[in-house]
Every structure is written in C-alpha cells, then in structure tokens.
C-alpha cells in the first residue's frame, strides 16, 4: 500500500511516501522525501525533492500554494526523483491536521463534513487549520477520490479528564469551548507507545512523561496508554518557555501591558509567540544550540535564559508527575529532547530522590536509545519522533 503523507503549515509544506504492508510496525525508510519553502525569496517557493538515490533542489515561480504542492507532487513521476509510474498508484493520502477541537479523538477518513469541521475551527488554530485544509483540497484535484485521513495533533489529548481540560473562568467558557485542548498529540502518541515496545512492556501497564522539546515544546502526561494531562492548551502558547514562545504567564502581565503600554491584540500576539522564549531573553536565537554555546562563552542572558527554561521544564515535568501518580519512565524527543544532553542532565538532576539516575557516557546517536544508569528506579529514553510514520499508520488502520 502505496501512502502519501503531507504537513501543510503556512510558511512550508513537507511530504513523503511509503510503501506499506498490513504488518509494518518498524518506521520503514520513504520511498519519496520533499519540501516547499514559502519563505526563501518574494514571489516563488524553493522545492527539494530526494527519490530514488537522486535528489533536486530548485526555485520556482510560483507564489499559489496549491499550484506549489502540484509541482512538489509531480517530482514522484518526473525527473531524477521519480519512483512512481503513476499517481494513481498512490493507495491513500494521510494529512497532519492541528486543531480536531472537541470533535475529533481519533483519526478519521475525509468527507465533506470533516472539512466543514476543519474549517469551523480556524478560529482555534489560525495559522494551521487554513493551510492543513488547503492540503487536502489540494490533494483532492490532484488525485481525485483517492481516500485522505486527517490524524489530529488534539486528539490524543481528547479523552483527559475534564479537571484537567477545563479552565478556572466562567462557565460560560465550557460551553463556549474553551478549555485545554493540548498539542502535538501525534508525536506524543507515537513515542508513548515506542517507550513502551522500548521497556518490554504493554502501554496499557505504564505511567509515562513524554517531553516533545523543540521551536515548540510540550510535556504529557500518559497513563495506560492516554493523555490525562499536558502543558499545552486552549492554544500552544501555553505551558514550557520554547524557541520564541512565552509560555505560561501572568495574565495580569498582559492587562498591565495593555493599560501602561498600549498594546494591541496583535502586538501582543507577536510579542508572545514571536519575540518570547529563548529568543526574547537571549536575545540571540530560538535555537537551543546557539544560546548554549553563548552561554558557555559567558553571555549572561543566554545562560539565564538557558536556566529559565530548565527550570520551567522541571516544574512542569513535577507536574505531570502527580497527575500520572507515579512514573515508570520519562521520553525526551523533539530536536531539543533528541539532541542536547544538557537539557536531558539537568532535566532529570531535579528528580534523582525518585532514584533517577542517568548514565555517564551520554550522547547523541542515530537510534533511540535509554539513557538511565542500569540501576535507575525511572527508565529514560530518547526517541526520535516519527510522525509522518504515524499518519501512515493511520493510513493503513482505516483501510
């Protein structure tokens, strides 16, 4: 079963194929890799596309999105990338969709009515609902009735409690819908249950902190295999410091902006998502690498913001771990979690009284590894998330 996978988002487009079998359940290698990127130059996108053992990278003229994803489409049968004889060959099309709200907990087939659903909901999620929808009409003239599932980055969050989903405000927000909703649920889905092939044991027996640290980052909660918690809420502004994100605040912080400063709504939104986090208080970069290697050449904002973000990530790690009432073992993934040891040491230095203990030879490999001391009493593993395996699998559960 031949399985296309597209993540549309506003500034860039990625997609892959697989090749599939019923009993697939190591993240094979795609057949086909490629991507748009909206944001090299005015008026054209940057393609690069790898298939076949050749890749091509080129810039074209084209500023229409779906004229775009048609062009990124076509190197699967055109060119040096070519591994296809024909679309038609393509089974499925599986999409990354970020807001399902209160409609969606587990992946669906697209109908018309989906759509609707994705459309209703732009309001939640503005800047992806519009592209994700795009994608799917797009892939609609491209290929025609072949079948699309949407996977929903909300869904694994959908069935957690509702003390946990639910805001303190006026009850007039509950039926309003606003309450926590969480993010980057397929990631966390996918290396929940990797931790758990990864220990030897069912998902349905373990309690798990999954930490998805990356430009945006997110902690969860699973306990039998669900989502009884996470940081991230109403919108993904919510929880851990990121890359340029704030995370939690004040809200008064935001009242006393708006009185002293007066700010606007829009102003606001870019301080916070744009000009917060790691960027805003370094004042270098949202790269994790390039703070810490200002930090280790004594910059003092770096290295506060360096400490900040460590210690917002262990308070909210602690939090997690009463809502899961004990923890067999923690998973650090993301380009952040996969990648820098500094954050996994001093992450996991806060909880050596759980009798957590991480080895002494740590460092990056290729393979998910565990990176507990062989008499840790709290298993910690670092898994490369694969979440355009993921909707595939998807792909193949509905048929």
Known sequence: ?????????????????????????????????????????????????????????????????????????NTLVEGPTQVLGSLAEIDAVGHRVVHGGRDYVDSVRVTEAVKATIQRLIPLAPAHNPANLQ??????????????????????????????????????????????????????????????????????????????????????????????????????????????????????????????????????DTLLNKESGLKGMSGLSNDMRSVIEAMDQGNAQAKLAVDVFIHRLRREMGAMMASLGGLDAVVFTGGIGENSSLVWQRACAGFEFLGLRLRDDLGRTKDDQDIAAADSAVRVLVIHTQEEWAIAQACLALG
């Open 135 to 268: 994608g799917i009409e797009a892939m609609e003239r491209i290929l025609g009735d072949t079948p699309q599932v949407a996977m929903f980055d909300t869904a694994f969050h959908a069935r957690m409690p509702e003390a946990a989903s639910t805001y303190p405000g006026p009850y007039d927000w509950v039926e309003q819908g606003i309450r926590r909703y969480g993010f980057h649920g397929i990631s966390h889905q996918y290396v929940a249950q990797r931790a758990a092939d990864m220990v030897g044991q069912n998902i349905a027996d373990l309690k798990l902190l999954t930490c998805h640290l990356g430009n945006g980052c997110s902690l969860a909660a699973v306990k039998g295999g669900i989502s009884v918690d996470t940081t991230m809420g109403f919108t993904p502004l919510d929880g851990l410091m990121m890359g340029s994100r704030s995370g939690s605040l004040d809200p008064g912080i935001l009242i006393y902006l708006i009185r002293q400063g007066g700010y606007s709504a829009d102003q606001l």
């Open 1 to 73: 079963m031949k399985i296309l996978v597209l993540n549309a988002g506003s500034s860039s487009h990625k997609s892959c194929l697989f090749d599939l079998a019923k009993d697939n359940s190591d993240a094979p290698n795609p057949l086909w890799r490629a991507a748009l990127d909206w944001t090299h130059q005015a008026g054209s996108v940057e393609l690069s596309a790898s298939g076949g053992g050749e890749s091509v990278q080129q810039v074209l003229p084209i500023t229409d999105k779906a004229a775009g994803i048609e062009a990124m489409v």
